[in-house]
């Protein structure tokens, strides 16, 4: 291991070692390194990488032997080295809703010491010690839990704080403390963390540009003046490649290491990873996601809404209502500015993870990665706000002072660069979607709140050639990847699929076991020598891919019991699956095997009566079952979800407190139903962007199970939709009941009830829109980016910000296409649609005739607006459900 510790003889720079090279040592010319020397010069010097690589390195070694310069190594020893931790065991340490709550009602007692703590100490390692010498490949041995990722992690620096370390771990005779293991060890972790919008090569070079040259600079520097002294000529190649390779970190503006040549130079530095690491034939390729490979799942999609409501015709200077509706206009400019964020939320999140890997290893610090997102958003946010202000302003009427518009321009500007800042740091805090999401619905809340408004044979796979390829000179329309494969697997016999890197074992097996959405598929698949069928094969075969795609918030004991449920006949009754679930499947499995190994004379295709084992109505208990497992045991979501909303029922309510009760004039009117838009617009957007992770997450391992043939679409889908019936219902039941006293809104029970009733339903349809956007999307980035389009334009048709009459009448069938319109009119209706009081700058008009003649609610059509609020919730679950029947973005 290299080490910015070693002692550096020389200052190396790049003036110093061209002149070197131009003395009579043998030295090439290494500026001239264009894409086609690289190549020629890696191929001379790594002709086959599993053949040539330790002759290329053995080299290298030779000329730094020859010369007496030895490569810093360094020798890591730990002491005595004990990791601990406290945490909750048995049934506490189950992360439920109830745990949730009872867990950090205990941590807060247990800061005031009122009580003791009730949590565990738990030994990770205790008392161990080892050295891993330099130069040997040191392999770590134990079992599942025996401390081996913590020892990793203690080792390269990167412990959770949270856990307690005592020993001691020193590199090279230096204490842990006193040293920066972060640039010299580096801790690979279980899940591969890359940028899906990079390439493989984009991936690898900034890698190499970020970790710079450490003291390598300094050792060719004094290579090179000893081979002087001793007369030694270097190999060629050898010497033009470490020379190619400092420069390529070196980072100095000269004639001979300018910024132009140091491209070719860092490039010939990722040529050799990636012809040494066999990924040259990927290079170019994106890194992507797991659903959709090879192709970016993180690209964003910005959608653009040209808004032609505002058109000034219908706009007047007249009265104060007229003014009201300009507050309106402003108030959707300044929405649309703040919900453009959002992406950045979701950008931001997704990226967390690869951000902290970086920093841990000291690729950068962090406000070398926050900087240039900043500056980036400058010219996107200006190109925004010059786009709506052009679009709206004068066709709204708004004053004709050029001045005052570039006021406008510069208003959105900063409101923009506030969003897209407010988002980042939101998704620094929360870290993980949901935690993110929930707070973000807090924090909106109150700045809107408080803003002032409110098996094979002959096999041939192929995919249509890609863009990329074709541009590169490719004629062919497709590109084959397994060509011809002919190949048999016998039963009772464990075969070995083995291959190079890009050889299509994958792929193989994605076309064996039917799991293929896309591409063409020519040849024959026989199972016992009748041709396959996906729906029999499904029943009798498993598939182990390469990511383990479970539901994340159950435990293993119920993912078993539920493949068992589903997937085993009905003549095996339930306690014997649940006793016997494990060794049940593979008892199962072997008799089929057997069964299928031994054809005899007169044998049949295998058949079964129904195409799953368990029939629609056990499927969709047992999917529900599940589903409340996941949600009950998920508390980032469901505890989570259920403390905000009392949080911001608290907030709205010291916000809006009694104005319930006294409405004596028009704006105290405008601000009880002011509570009520921002309730549902803000619990309703919580609730949307919230189950979006949830749904993502879970969207994956349905493709996986659905795929595997363990039940059909209908009820797992069923399911997904009923489960968030009773939680949203309790979050309604919660809000209501601290909200509605607060506000003070009048103490009749029909009326509590009415309150409560478009509450849920609106807060439901906003769920299920959430649900909407992401089974209708590749992924939780661009449902997000797509869901928070609408959220403004439903908040400029809810009938508030505009009211009915005045909206132009070619827009006038959005209103009642929109759902919080319905919303708005049954909870204004239901409080304030009796009322006869009269409102003292109205007129004379009464609360009741002022409703009708500025919004036109009317009373006796509230059933109507009940039934049309709970229809959308309905119909928006009826899309959720037969989204993922029809729609699969799974692209294999």
């Known amino acids: 291991m290299e080490t910015d510790a070693a002692p550096r003889t020389g200052g190396g720079s790049c003036e110093e070692m061209k002149a070197e090279e131009e003395e009579e040592n043998g030295a090439a010319d290494q500026r001239q390194l264009g894409p086609e020397e690289r190549r020629r ?156 919008e990079m390439t493989v090569r984009e991936t690898l070079s900034f890698s190499a540009r970020c970790q710079g040259i450490g003291a390598r600079q300094g050792l060719l520097s004094e290579l090179v003046t000893r081979e002087k002294l001793a007369n030694i000529k270097p190999d060629p190649d050898i010497d033009l490649f470490m020379k190619a390779g400092i420069n390529a970190m070196h980072w100095k503006s000269s004639k001979y290491c300018n910024a132009s040549s140091q491209k070719g130079h860092a490039d010939i530095v990722t040529d050799y990873i990636l012809k040494n690491l066999e990924l040259e034939m990927c290079s170019d390729i994106l890194v992507g996601d797991p659903v959709m490979r090879g192709i970016s799942g993180g690209q964003k999609k910005r959608v ?338 259920i403390f905000f909303t009392v949080a911001i029922a608290f907030m709205l309510g010291t916000i809006y407190w009694k104005t319930g009760t006294k409405i004596y004039m028009r704006q105290d009117l405008f601000d009880a139903i002011g509570t009520m838009c921002t309730s549902v617009f803000f619990i309703g957007i919580q609730n949307t962007i919230t189950v979006q992770p949830v749904m993502d997450a879970e969207r994956t391992v349905f493709y996986r199970e659905k795929a595997a043939g363990i039940y059909s679409s209908y009820p797992y889908a069923i399911a997904q939709v009923m489960i968030e019936i009773p939680y949203t219902f309790i979050q309604s039941v919660l809000f209501s009941v601290v909200l509605y006293p607060m506000v003070g809104y009048t103490w009749v029970f029909t009326k509590f009830l009415w309150f409560l009733y478009f509450i849920f339903t609106s807060f439901l349809y906003f769920t299920y829109y959430g649900m909407i956007s992401v089974s209708l999307s590749p992924n939780c980035q661009i449902a997000a980016v797509v869901s928070a389009t609408f959220y403004g334009i439903w908040s400029i048709f809810s009938g508030f910000v505009i009211p009915y009459g005045r909206i132009p009448i070619w827009w006038r069938w959005y209103y009642w296409a929109n759902p919080v319109a319905w919303s708005l009119y049954g909870l204004v209706t239901s409080q304030f649609g009796d009322v006869e009081h009269t409102l003292g700058d109205a007129n004379g008009k009464s609360i009741k005739d002022y409703l009708l003649w500025y919004f036109g609610f009317r009373i006796d059509f509230l059933e109507v607006v009940a039934s049309a609020v709970l229809g959308f919730g309905l119909f928006f679950a009826f899309i959720v459900i037969l989204s993922m029947k029809v729609v699969n973005y799974q692209s294999r």
């Open 41 to 196: 010069l890696l191929e001379r010097l790594v002709k086959v990488p599993r053949g040539d690589n330790g002759e290329f390195l053995a080299r290298i070694k030779q000329r730094m032997d020859s010369a007496g310069v030895e490569t810093p190594t360094i020798e890591v020893r730990f002491e005595n080295l004990s990791i601990n931790a406290e945490a909750y065991v048995g049934k506490r340490g189950i992360p439920t809703v109830a745990n949730f709550f009872m867990n950090k009602l205990e941590e807060a007692l247990n800061f005031l010491h009122v009580i003791p703590t009730k949590k565990a100490k738990v030994s990770i390692l205790h008392e161990i010690s080892g050295i891993i010498k330099p130069s040997r490949l040191t392999l770590l041995l134990g079992p599942p839990g025996s401390g081996r990722t913590s020892l990793l992690l203690a080792l390269a620096g990167q412990l959770d704080s949270a856990l307690k370390m005592s020993g001691i771990i020193t590199f090279n005779g230096r204490m842990i403390d006193e040293f920066i293991p972060q640039r010299c060890a580096a801790y690979v972790s279980q899940e591969d963390m890359h940028l899906a």
């Open 304 to 641: 653009t809404t040209v808004m032609t409501v505002f058109l000034r015709t219908e706009l007047h200077h007249d009265n104060i209502e007229d003014g009201i509706i300009y507050i309106g206009i402003m108030y959707g400019g300044l929405n649309t500015s703040i919900f453009n964020g959002y992406q950045e939320l979701v950008w931001t999140v997704s990226r967390l993870p690869v951000f902290y890997k970086q920093r841990n290893i000291h690729l950068y610090p962090a406000w070398a990665y926050v900087l240039p997102m900043l500056l980036l958003k400058i010219p996107v946010s200006l190109t925004e706000s010059i786009i709506w202000t052009a679009m709206t302003y004068y066709m709204v009427g708004f004053d004709p002072s050029i001045v005052r518009m570039l006021k406008q321009i510069l208003l959105f500007t900063l409101v923009s660069q506030m969003a897209y800042g407010k988002f980042r740091l939101l998704a620094a805090l929360g870290r993980d979607m949901v935690t993110t999401y929930t707070i973000t619905a807090f924090a909106d809340s109150m700045l809107l709140a408080l803003g002032g408004f409110f098996m094979s044979r002959n096999i041939k796979y192929s995919i249509d050639m890609p863009k990329e390829m074709k541009a590169k000179g490719a004629t062919e329309d497709r590109l084959t990847i397994l060509n011809g494969l002919t190949g048999a697997l016998q039963p009772g016999v464990l075969t070995a699929l083995m291959g190079v890197s890009g050889a299509g074992k994958t792929t193989l097996l994605d076309v064996l076991a039917g799991r293929k959405t896309g591409g063409h598929i020519e040849g024959s698949i026989k199972v016992s020598g009748f041709p396959k069928k996906q729906e029999t094969f499904a029943r009798v075969s498993g598939y182990c891919e390469q990511n383990d795609i479970h539901s994340p918030h159950v435990t293993v004991c119920e993912s078993l019991m539920y493949s068992a449920y589903l997937r085993l006949p009905p003549e095996v009754n339930y306690a014997t699956k649940k006793i016997g679930t494990r060794t049940l499947v593979v008892w199962r499995t072997k008799i089929l095997v057997c069964e299928l190994s031994k054809p005899r004379p007169g044998s049949k295709d295998l058949n079964f009566a129904t195409q799953y084992a368990q029939h629609f109505l056990v499927q969709f208990v047992i999917c529900l079952w599940k589903q409340h497992r996941s949600y009950w045991c998920n508390p980032l979501y469901s505890a989570i979800r």
